[in-house]
């Protein structure tokens, strides 16, 4: 099992971060360089405890289906979304938001199995993880620009 822990600061109320941080519309925002696509169940504005959301993305070259539900939710200060569907053996992506005076702190908890044996636990270590990172720290920089910028408008409006 492998874990991806990340803080990041955000100028902007929680509130505004919390929904953007579950709005779907948002999330296609930031993974257009993956081409993702919601194609089944919350396609698109905000989705909450026990939806679920199908996308369609390329990633490793190959396009690929996962299938996310929220297990948990408690606004705005946490919320848990895991895999249902998809190639990874499970996963799991912990979402916390605690205010400050000056804006939020988001804290991004992920953690992770691959699957096929000793050669996904070798594709995690050399790979993978980084990749995953990397990945959430975009998607993290769109959320903090529209967060403290008045884009967040064209989304959550």
Do not use: C
């Amino acid at each position: 099992m492998s874990t991806i822990h990340l803080t990041t600061f955000i100028a902007a109320p929680i509130e505004r971060v919390f929904d953007l941080s579950r709005s779907i519309n948002l999330h296609k925002i930031s993974t257009t360089h993956t081409n993702e696509e919601a194609i089944a169940g919350v396609t698109t504005g905000l989705i909450n405890k026990t939806e679920t959301v199908t996308w369609r993305a390329k990633h490793l070259f190959k396009t690929r289906l996962y299938t996310t539900i929220i297990t948990e939710m408690e606004s705005p200060v946490f919320f848990v979304d895991e895999m249902k569907k998809g190639d990874f053996k499970s996963l799991k992506h912990e979402h916390h938001f605690k205010k400050i005076d000056n804006g939020t702190i988001m804290i991004d908890v992920l953690t992770f199995e691959s699957p096929y044996g000793i050669i996904g636990k070798w594709f995690n270590k050399i790979y993978l993880k980084n990749y995953l990172q990397n990945f959430i720290v975009l998607r993290n920089a769109v959320i903090k620009n529209y967060a403290e910028t008045e884009k967040w408008k064209a989304v959550l409006n």
